[in-house]
């Protein structure tokens, strides 16, 4: 049975939570990823950064929607919703843009929970994580790679 570990790329691109956004964004467009781990000096990882995050920074922010009751106004949205909405609006480093604690894999984690994963949670890149250590990305062309016989980037 096929695993992450068989058909992971090990030694993923990363980037730094001090990176700038823009030196991010050509990083995923000349590499053709949908998404980069980012790890700390230790090769922890702290997040991920996919083509989505990026794209966020392009949105209008959004106007909230009020009713009034008792003479009060309350928000149709909470106020913490809108201020990640700024934050990613406004982003200028990739810490400021990344999807903090992303849902990681092991090594031994199976193809067919990847494809899982993948498919349920719309998750194009999968960090591969051993002893709290990035070992490795699973991507959906890994996992397409299996069905037609291919070897591993």
Same mark, same amino acid.
Do not use: W
């Given at each position: 049975?096929?695993?992450?570990? /068989?058909?992971?790329? =090990?030694?993923?691109?990363?980037? =730094?939570?001090?990176?700038?956004?823009?030196?991010?964004?050509?990083?995923?467009?000349?590499?053709?990823? %949908?998404?980069?781990?980012? !790890?700390?000096?230790?090769?922890? #990882?702290?997040?991920? *950064?996919?083509?989505?995050?990026?794209?966020?920074?392009?949105?209008?922010?959004?106007?909230?929607?009020?009713?009034? &009751?008792?003479?009060?106004?309350?928000?149709?949205?909470?106020?913490?919703?809108?201020?990640?909405?700024?934050?990613?609006?406004?982003?200028?480093?990739?810490? =400021?843009?990344?999807?903090? /604690?992303? !849902?990681?894999? =092991?090594?031994?984690?199976?193809?067919?929970?990847?494809?899982? *994963?993948? !498919?349920?949670? %719309?998750?194009?890149?999968?960090?591969?994580?051993?002893?709290?250590?990035?070992?490795?990305?699973?991507?959906?062309?890994?996992? #397409?790679?299996? &069905?037609?016989?291919?070897?591993?980037?």
């Amino acid at each position: 049975m096929l695993t992450a570990k /068989d058909i992971m790329t =090990s030694d993923p691109i990363t980037v =730094s939570p001090q990176g700038e956004i823009t030196a991010a964004a050509r990083l995923l467009l000349e590499k053709r990823i %949908n998404g980069v781990p980012v !790890v700390d000096d230790q090769g922890r #990882l702290l997040g991920i *950064l996919c083509q989505s995050d990026l794209i966020a920074e392009q949105k209008k922010l959004p106007i909230p929607s009020y009713f009034t &009751l008792l003479d009060g106004l309350i928000p149709l949205i909470s106020l913490k919703h809108l201020e990640k909405e700024v934050a990613k609006i406004a982003a200028s480093t990739v810490a =400021s843009a990344m999807t903090p /604690d992303p !849902v990681t894999i =092991s090594p031994d984690t199976t193809i067919e929970e990847v494809a899982a *994963l993948m !498919v349920d949670r %719309n998750f194009h890149t999968l960090p591969v994580v051993e002893g709290g250590r990035l070992v490795g990305v699973v991507g959906k062309e890994d996992v #397409l790679r299996t &069905l037609v016989g291919g070897a591993p980037a």
